[in-house]
């Protein structure tokens, strides 16, 4: 008999459970049997139990096969909760957060023929979040580690070697933050000697920035620290057609949850219209995740054809279909494969 697979669903806030809903239907068709479980984190938790990420998803999750999320929302600030993505990164130790950029057939972008990997290191640096206010200045701690850094390191090489990608340029400011920087810049290049097959190369930051905004077609993979690949995330999805469209994976050595890089874009909520694209094509990496590599490539190929078709694309990529519309479109392609 066919594995009954158990997938834990943030639905999230803002539009996030109208993506994870969209998501949910057109998985349906991928001809898999699927066990879905809501549960609550973000916001809306906070509204409803007072903590951001209840133990209860905490232990639905660890349970499942895997974790599909919807983006959560973190008020801005002093004094409000810590955001639930964050944290279920550290609580799970899903040290890696793959980005995946590539063009999609039909969806304008500033560049063609980008295909790149950010390698995101996904529980250290500004994000553990160690912050002090003292007298009238605020202070943060950015915490890099020797182990931190080679595992985060060791996770590219690997993932360059089994796509077969011919290259990883690590990516900090080590002129500028020489110890934090510096540790993670030495360790990346020991790693990286041990991995002769792979050309290893390295970049400052800011000049990753401008090479991204001028020609993305040089980066293959990229490999560095949480906030800094955050930010540059952000830009590749701009260069290859917007945040609609981009996918990611937080993954660890026994957990892993699949979400899209957008947010809850709260000015989209209730009105059915956002696209559902970036976390479908997340779902598809989590279906590969899970072993199910050729229904992942189906699922994605399957999406691909609606966004080449553009008659159900979603107001972003310049349609007028709803988020249900768009997910319908996928599930009857998935229908006829
Ligand atoms: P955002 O990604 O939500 O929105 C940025 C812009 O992109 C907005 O104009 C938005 O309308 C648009 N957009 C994003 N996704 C879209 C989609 N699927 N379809 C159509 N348009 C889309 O970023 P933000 O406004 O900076 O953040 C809003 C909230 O999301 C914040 O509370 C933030 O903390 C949260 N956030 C959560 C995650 C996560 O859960 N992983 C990631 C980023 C931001």
Redesign the pocket.
């Known amino acids: 008999m066919a594995k009954t697979y158990k997938i834990a669903v943030i639905t999230?806030?803002?539009?996030g459970p109208e993506?994870t809903e969209a998501t949910i239907i057109a998985l349906g068709e991928v001809g898999l049997s699927i066990e879905f479980t809501k549960v609550f984190a973000?916001?809306s938790a906070w509204e409803k139990y007072g903590d951001q990420l209840p133990q209860e998803t905490i232990d639905i999750i660890k349970s499942s096969d895997a974790c599909l999320?919807?983006?959560?929302?973190?008020?801005?600030g002093p004094g409000s909760f810590k955001?639930?993505?964050v944290t279920l990164r550290q609580i799970l130790d899903l040290y890696a957060n793959v980005r995946p950029f590539k063009n999609h057939p039909g969806v304008p972008s500033i560049h063609k023929g980008v295909d790149m990997v950010i390698v995101r290191e996904n529980t250290e640096g500004l994000y553990k979040g160690i912050e002090y206010t003292v007298g009238d200045s605020a202070l943060g701690i950015r915490v890099i580690t020797k182990a931190g850094s080679e595992r985060i390191a060791r996770f590219a090489f690997e993932l360059a070697r089994r796509e077969k990608r011919r290259k990883v340029t690590a990516v900090h400011k080590a002129n500028v933050l020489k110890e934090t920087c510096g540790l993670f810049r030495n360790v990346v290049a020991g790693v990286a000697a041990r991995y002769p097959d792979i050309q290893f190369d390295e970049m400052y930051v800011d000049a990753a920035a401008m090479r991204i905004a001028m020609k993305p077609q040089d980066i293959d993979v990229i490999v560095t620290t949480n906030l800094f690949g955050d930010v540059l995330s952000d830009e590749v999805a701009g260069v290859v057609g917007?945040?609609?469209i981009a996918p990611s994976a937080n993954v660890g050595d026994r957990y892993a949850f699949f979400?899209?890089?957008?947010?809850?874009?709260?000015?989209?909520a209730g009105k059915w219209?956002?696209?559902?694209?970036?976390i479908m094509f997340s779902s598809a990496m989590m279906l590969r995740y899970i072993g199910e590599v050729d229904a992942g490539n189906r699922f994605e190929a399957a999406i691909d054809r609606v966004l080449e078709e553009g008659k159900t694309i979603?107001?972003?990529l310049g349609g007028n279909a709803g988020t249900l519309d768009f997910a319908k479109a996928v599930a009857e392609k998935m229908k006829r494969t």
């Open positions: 999230g806030d803002g539009i993506i973000g916001l999320k919807g983006p959560t929302q973190t008020p801005p955001s639930a993505t917007g945040l609609g979400e899209a890089i957008h947010g809850s874009a709260p000015k989209h219209d956002a696209n559902p694209a970036a979603t107001r972003d």
